[in-house]
């Protein structure tokens, strides 16, 4: 058998033997980290510590060359920020109280590579790793939102792994019952070779729910429970296939994982009856670096050490290595650490659960992970030098050579037309790019309404779930990037993710209140990109203190290229506010005729990086829009007074496409017509009309006012000094979009041009069922 | 006609999750003799004209390239059904 001929490299072996070569620039190490891990213990590593130090000192799991600017985002806090915040950064996710007893965890994280290699099941055990974040917190997953950047529509490949992605994410999330309330999908060529594929999850949970993974109590017992442990994913790199490990002949095992819905929905039950008994008293779910993280996460973060029996793991592959073991990435697999007088009750729920359960080790007061195999030891380490005092890098940053090149090339010089028809024909090139058009291709694979908490969902601005049953009490959850946006500017671009997925929370009624983001940048290695990220993070963090809604948490994705070409940076921003109640939400489209159409905000001539000047003019140049932190915030306390008061039958923000594409999407919503006028706009604002609709100023919303609240509403605008122009009325019965002098289009066409544009590129959807 | 039948399996270290449901209810049927289940999949492509060289090397492309998904499963059996 296999496992008789490997050699197991034991802490004595490694103590006798330190001249032995050991791969580790396979396993992805440098030669001074080498150095580093070899000073740290006072000998070599054997086998399985160098596992374990390699995956968890990966860019992936350390965050080795973000962690010196991820810091702002600790710094830049307020108390008053800090008010509402129950778990901050370095958690599985962040908790926000959210009133009334309850509490809500969400975060966003990457899953870009393997959806790349393989988009089915890449895409899908996203899901389930984020899901498996959520509930170790202590929470019952009530949401997911997907973030995705694809390649060029026209190209074959982005059909291969547009499919794949989308049937994966419906196929998981599906299968385990949770709303899809919204997200992003943007095309772009930057992304052909590396697409996005970034999950959120939303979790529910009561104050006294809470868990975290600090593994306290010498004597308590480390458990692991869920699916067994196989070599899927192992190292999620060509790690083992160097043949370091075995002496046994080349272990190839594939860096993908296979996911199993049922399996985790059995879990996620599984876990809430645990915490709801007590049974549990720190948690840790298995992701990135499996074992290997969740022994040392959990020990790092507690006080005193841990020993871990490695032959107690329950193993769907009899000949798995101790490496092995400690790398795997099998899915749907969670830590807990119980307190020994409660295993029995821990053992007879997942029992009746049928989830399989095995007694590793104990909590012990040594400070140190050891971890045995075969009555030997194999690890022995200071838990805290693996999980957290990693090696930091300051990477060299310089701006981009063609930056000034970039930013002076802009699209204020490029002809916009100025009669009708002309408008009327960028308009509808414009609803019937990939980026603006109807993605309901997507969307409508994913269930939305499962579990009946549903109150918004695709395609209004923002997601939003009700949390109390009783009062109504709700959460609501945008994200947004513009990765055009951050190419200009980088520091600029992420402020307008946030500002715009603050702005989609605030059209909803509710209140912002935290933030998680999903940072994905190129190489690390390339002072342009480490550049970018400095930018990024320095002013994300800034306009997070401007807006006073802290990030709770989040994920970094570095080398994100094909080659030397980075992708835009694309920094995912997601807010999450809350609402009283959420029978008063505002829709994104108006429903009645007769309303009252006002254009809060003001227009500039903002083209540059606009829909418009890509689809019109294949161009990306200049500086984007202008950040109105400020405006913002005014904005968004005017929304949530005016939903609050009943004054708001609909809201709809304006960003890529500007007023002509919220427009545009307003009278498809509900098939609701609308004439409008310009004039006033034209006149305050100093802009063409080709401008004040193409434009992508920020801090602008168009509301509908029911005519009974005019004055109300008005009364509200100037009291909180936000400007607004009476822009038009809704109109029932013309089946029209009329924008006064210019155009009139029938919605009919509006609406085919712009759901026509994925089925025509992407053919007949993928049912959930294949792989 | 003549028939190749092109056999897809798991790749052997990845979850089967179809095989361990399959393996679950035949506990629950009492047969515990069975200790594993994996799930393959069996394609049947009929030939128009006659099995040789060409056509299973047509078969032993069209199933690398299509029946199976090589990242996460293997071509097991690409051979002429014999009635």
């Not at chain 1, 992304?191 to 104050?207: E, I, R, T």
């Not at chain 1, 109590?217 to 899927?232: E, K």
């Not at chain 1, 603006?436 to 997601?463: C, H, S």
């Not at chain 1, 005019?710 to 029209?736: H, K, N, Q, Y």
């Amino acid at each position: 058998m296999t496992l008789e001929q490997t050699v197991v490299d034991t802490v004595e072996r490694a103590r006798a033997t330190p001249e032995r070569q050991q791969a580790y620039a396979a396993l992805g190490l440098t030669d001074d980290e080498y150095a580093r891990i070899r000073e740290i213990l006072g000998r070599r590593p054997t086998s399985g510590e160098l596992a374990m130090y390699s995956v968890m000192w990966s860019e992936h799991c350390s965050y080795k060359s973000s962690k010196k600017y991820l810091r702002r985002f600790g710094e830049r806090v307020t108390d008053r920020m800090r008010e509402h915040l129950m778990v901050g950064m370095g958690q599985n996710a962040g908790v926000v109280d959210v009133g009334r007893g309850w509490a809500v965890t969400f975060k966003v994280e990457s899953h870009n590579h393997p959806s790349y290699v393989e988009p089915f099941q890449g895409a899908a055990t996203g899901v389930g790793g984020i899901v498996r974040d959520i509930i170790a917190m202590g929470a019952r997953p009530v949401a997911v939102m997907d973030q995705l950047r694809f390649g060029d529509l026209a190209e074959a490949d982005t059909l291969r792994v547009v499919h794949g992605v989308v049937a994966g994410i419906s196929f998981y999330g599906n299968c385990l019952g949770l709303p899809n309330i919204g997200g992003e999908t943007v095309f772009d060529p930057v992304y052909q070779g590396n697409p996005l594929v970034n999950a959120l999850c939303v979790g529910v949970l009561k104050h006294e729910d809470l868990r975290l993974a600090n593994a306290t109590g010498a004597g308590n017992l480390v458990v692991l429970f869920g699916a067994r442990t196989g070599g899927d994913g192992i190292g999620g790199a060509s790690i083992l296939a160097s043949d370091t490990f075995t002496a046994s002949g080349p272990t190839k095992r594939p860096a993908v994982q296979v996911g199993d819905p049922f399996a985790e929905k059995v879990l996620i039950e599984c876990c809430l009856e645990l915490y709801a008994g007590g049974l549990v008293e720190a948690i840790q779910d298995l992701g990135a670096a499996g074992i290997s993280c969740a022994t040392s996460e959990l020990a790092a973060n507690g006080d005193g050490g841990m020993r871990i029996d490695l032959d107690a793991v329950l193993l769907r592959d009899p000949t798995l290595t101790a490496e092995e073991i400690l790398m795997s990435e099998s899915q749907e697999r969670m830590m807990a650490v119980v307190a020994p007088e409660r295993l029995e009750g821990f053992l007879a729920v997942t029992g009746r659960w049928d989830v399989e359960t095995s007694v590793l080790g104990t909590v012990t007061e040594t400070g140190r992970l050891e971890i045995t195999w075969h009555g030997e030891t194999i690890v022995d380490v200071d838990p805290a030098t693996v999980a957290v005092d990693g090696p930091v890098y300051d990477r060299p940053v310089a701006r981009p050579a063609g930056l000034d090149a970039l930013q002076a090339d802009s699209a204020t010089g490029l002809p916009r037309p100025a009669d009708g028809p002309a408008i009327a024909e960028q308009l509808r090139a414009l609803i019937g790019s990939p980026n603006l058009a109807d993605v309901g291709w997507i969307t409508d694979q994913y269930d939305r309404y499962v579990l009946g908490n549903t109150a918004l969902a695709f395609p209004d601005d923002a997601g939003m779930i009700r949390v109390d049953e009783e009062s109504g009490l709700g959460v609501a959850i945008a994200t947004d990037a513009n990765g055009r946006y951050s190419e200009l500017d980088p520091r600029a671009g992420a402020q307008l993710a946030l500002a715009e997925a603050y702005r989609n929370v605030a059209v909803t009624g509710a209140r912002p209140l935290a933030v998680t983001d999903c940072l994905n940048f190129g190489a690390p290695t390339n002072p342009e990109v480490m550049w970018q990220f400095a930018e990024t993070v320095d002013g994300l963090s800034e306009a997070c203190l401007a807006l006073e809604v802290p990030v709770t948490g989040g994920n970094v994705s570095l080398y994100n290229q094909t080659g030397d070409r980075a992708i835009h940076p694309t920094p995912v921003v997601g807010v999450l506010g809350v609402i009283d109640d959420v029978a008063k939400r505002v829709p994104s489209g108006w429903q009645d005729d007769g309303l009252n159409l006002y254009l809060l905000g003001e227009t500039a001539l903002e083209l540059d990086g606009s829909a418009w000047a890509q689809v019109v003019h294949g161009h990306l140049g200049g500086r984007p829009p202008a950040v109105r932190l400020e405006a913002e915030r005014a904005l968004a306390g005017l929304l949530a007074a005016g939903a609050s008061e009943g004054l708001l039958a609909a809201a709809h923000d304006l960003s890529e496409g500007g007023l002509a594409a919220t427009l545009v999407e307003g009278v498809l919503r509900f098939g609701v017509g609308a004439r409008v006028w310009l004039d006033e706009v034209l006149e305050r604002d100093g802009v063409d009309a080709a401008t004040a609709l193409f434009s992508e100023s920020t801090a602008r919303v168009l509301v509908a006012v029911p005519r009974e609240e005019d004055v109300r509403f008005v009364g509200l605008c100037a009291g909180r000094r936000v400007p607004a122009i009476r822009l038009g009325v809704t109109d029932a019965e013309s089946g029209m979009l009329e924008v006064q002098g210019l155009l009139t289009e029938r919605i009919e066409d509006l609406r085919r041009i712009r759901w026509g544009v994925l089925p025509a590129a992407l053919g007949a959807r993928s049912t959930a069922a294949g792989s | 006609m003549p028939v190749i039948v092109v056999e897809v399996m798991p790749k052997a270290e990845l979850l089967d999750p179809q095989g361990k449901a399959v393996a679950g209810a035949l506990g629950r049927l009492g047969k515990d003799r069975f200790s594993a289940v994996r799930v393959g999949k069996r394609f049947e492509l009929t030939v128009d004209g006659p099995v040789d060289e060409a056509a299973l090397a047509d078969a032993r492309e069209v199933a690398e390239a299509l029946l199976a998904n090589g990242v996460i499963e293997d071509v097991v059996r690409v051979s002429e059904e014999v009635a």
